[in-house]
Structures are given as C-alpha cells and as structure tokens.
C-alpha cells in the first residue's frame, strides 16, 4: 500500500510562486504514474499534470507554460512548481498515484493541501 503525503501549499498573491511536495511511502513494487488534481470549490477534482515513469509528462492547458511537474525517483518523491499564480488556481491540490504490488495496479491519494491566491 502507499501512503501520499503532500506538502507546500499556502497563499499567495497573484503572479507569485509555489513548489508542491508529495512524498510517496509504503510497500509497493513499482510506480507506473504520479500525477496533481485539484479541486475548487463547488467543481469536480481535475488533472493538473501528471508525469509516468518513462517521464512522460501531461498537462492541462490552463497550466501549460506556468506549472512544472517532475519527479525524485529515488525518493518516491512528486514537485509541482507552480508560477505566474492565477486567483482561478485556487483549489485544494491532491497528489495521486498507480502503482503496482504483485501483478496488481492500485491507485492512491494524498489527503490534499490548500493553494488560495489572493491579494
């Protein structure tokens, strides 16, 4: 089983920065995929970007060229740098992954954390 735990979220002002920190731990044999949702008040949780384990990455157009997602494989560790900050980012940000144990994929979620860009 894996455990997501993510970290670095806050407030900020528009046009600022942050760097999202998800920790992966427990028992698994491989992690296929990580990958940021979010979601806003009163809206369904959506795809930020995800990046699979060959490095193939995947953004939502509202993010590309202002997010970057990457990746410390020897740590089980997932970074989301977000730039140029947008008021309609404001969302709780969830970490996720697929990862295998035996022959079996399973899917896995962080417990989220807040991003609010305000002035």
């Known amino acids: 089983q894996v455990h997501l735990m993510e970290s670095g979220g806050g407030l900020v002002q528009p046009g600022g920065s942050l760097r999202l920190s998800c920790a992966a731990s427990g028992s698994f044999s491989s992690i296929t995929t990580m990958g940021w949702y979010r979601q806003a008040p009163g809206k369904e949780r959506e795809l930020v970007a995800r990046i699979r384990s060959g490095g193939s990455r995947v953004y939502a157009d509202s993010v590309k060229g202002r997010f970057t997602i990457s990746g410390d494989n020897a740590k089980n560790t997932l970074f989301l740098q977000m730039n140029s900050l947008k008021p309609e980012d404001t969302a709780v940000y969830y970490c996720?992954?697929?990862?295998?144990?035996?022959?079996?994929?399973?899917?896995?979620w962080g417990q989220g954390t807040q991003v609010t860009v305000s002035s």
């Open positions: 996720n992954a697929d990862y295998l144990n035996g022959p079996l994929l399973h899917g896995a």
